[in-house]
């Protein structure tokens, strides 16, 4: 199986949790990553060159997924709108159209780069925290999708969700080189990060879905397929 992996923070308790659950040679010998920013992996999903991915929420609608994504109940820290000329993060699609829907004017900047800018005390709009403003829902940014291996998926969905992840000292103090963020900084922000898709946070994709498409910005409504 081929799996794209995102090499954001947002992402770290997954990846230390796929670490331990790819302890089977089966799974060590069948897995292999395909690193790539979100609309890199977008592309190369759509395109089946990857079987499964944390794929944009605006991309997924109609994509084989198992209540495993990328959430934010409120604040996000990690998906801001700056007080500069309009401008979208090449790194995104879900982020650009969210800041369309809530009319936000600005500089949409994602992921780590952001984080670097939130802890640094920048001037901002959290577009997770303005959509619950507005909403009263929580914000799903990406979800875990695939074209095959549909059963190993779906029980490694169930188990993710039902492990409490534990950061181990060396993968905090790797991530925190590679992203220029220190190790309280990091385990501050995850406090801000779900990954568990229920209920409500169906009501908000579908919320999501349907503002986009009222305005034209995502002309074919799906569901998410479980």
Sequence with gaps: MIFGKIDFINLLPFHVFMKRYAKTLRTQQSLHYHKGVPSKLNRAFAARRIDAAF???ITAKNCRCFGVGIVAQQEVLSVLS???ADK???DSATSNLL????DVHGEVLIGDKALRYYYGGGEHIDLGAL???RTKLPFIFALLCTHHHTDELRRLSRAFIATKVKIPYYMLMDASRKSALSPEQITHYLKFISYKVGVKEERGYKRFMQEAKGRGLNPSLGAVRY
């Design 55 to 57: 794929i944009s929420s």
């Design 82 to 84: 700056l007080p500069n």
């Design 88 to 90: 979208i993060d090449a």
């Design 99 to 102: 800041a369309q829907i809530l």
């Design 131 to 133: 959509w619950h403003e």
